[in-house]
């Protein structure tokens, strides 16, 4: 009689343990739709686009028309390495229509035909970026002096269902027009994108020379390091656009080593983050 006992608390201790842990465990709903993205010589490739509810992104290749009703598992633990908090995925379609929305290529075919399974990514993800935040196309303008940066802010990928969103930061120089455009936004809960600010500046001529003198430091003709890899942060977009002549870089602020022709692009970037800091949007943080 003891042992029925002591089996029968045993086994109301686990059912308790096990209804706290279901209790815990958070769903979370992941946004996805498809994706035709058109290259330069008008070939498209099928992509499906996952949003996290806080704006986060990633593709997968092809059209996943029924991804798993419920995805992995994931754990959040703290820095003592404690489990904190769990989630469990659940995937949503955004439109019940499965239209396919269609993404242009905004770089030449020399970089998206590069044979870099790791620059494509990048290529469709900031294509995707640049077409939400209306942009035009840089290597094909007609403007002869004008460059331009994007740059994501806000990772908060260990807690999925947080209040801060992934964001989006774009600055757009048109050096013969002495212009900059500031434009900040993010993916909403109904997957759609949100411009957030959008503001144009009138450089002054002191702004102009600095932002010139870092351009100046940069090494156009290092073609072959486009990127680098082992980065610590995040990967920002640097075009530029000069006379005929376009060019491309892939730039984060800190790595594994100590690069060459990193220095400049840094130097770019604090430079355009004073300006806006200071004159476009106080409440702009900087990005790492």
């Not at 351009?215 to 003709?221: A, K, M, P, R, S």
């Amino acid at each position: 009689m003891k042992n029925l006992l002591l089996s029968f608390l045993f086994l109301m201790q686990l059912s308790v343990i096990k209804g706290q842990n279901n209790d815990s465990i958070e769903n979370i709903i992941i946004k996805y739709k498809q994706l035709s993205f058109l290259s330069v010589d008008s070939q498209m490739k099928p992509l499906t686009l996952f949003i996290h509810p806080n704006g986060v992104f990633f593709l997968r290749d092809g059209f996943v028309k029924r991804p798993e009703k419920e995805g992995v598992t994931r754990f959040v633990f703290n820095k003592k390495g404690k489990q904190i908090k769990q989630y469990r995925e659940k995937y949503k379609n955004s439109d019940d229509s499965l239209t396919i929305v269609t993404i242009n290529n905004f770089f030449p075919k020399n970089y998206y035909k590069s044979k870099s399974a790791y620059l494509t990514s990048f290529i469709e993800r900031f294509s995707i970026i640049l077409q939400e935040f209306d942009e035009p196309l840089l290597y094909n303008s007609s403007d002869s002096n004008m460059f331009r940066v994007v740059f994501p802010c806000h990772n908060y990928m260990g807690d999925y269902n947080s209040q801060h969103y992934q964001s989006y930061n774009l600055v757009r120089v048109d050096l013969n027009k002495d212009i900059l455009i500031y434009k900040k936004g993010h993916f909403g809960q109904n997957s759609d994108f949100v411009i957030d600010f959008k503001c144009n500046y009138n450089l002054n001529e002191k702004e102009i020379k600095l932002i010139q003198k870092k351009i100046n430091g940069i090494d156009f003709t290092d073609e072959n390091n486009i990127y680098y890899r082992k980065n610590l942060s995040k990967q920002r977009l640097f075009e530029f656009k000069n006379g005929e002549k376009y060019h491309m870089f892939l730039r984060a602020d800190s790595y594994e080593e100590k690069l060459e022709n990193v220095s400049y692009f840094d130097g770019l970037f604090n430079r355009l983050h004073y300006v806006v800091r200071n004159n476009i949007y106080d409440a702009i943080e900087k990005c790492q």
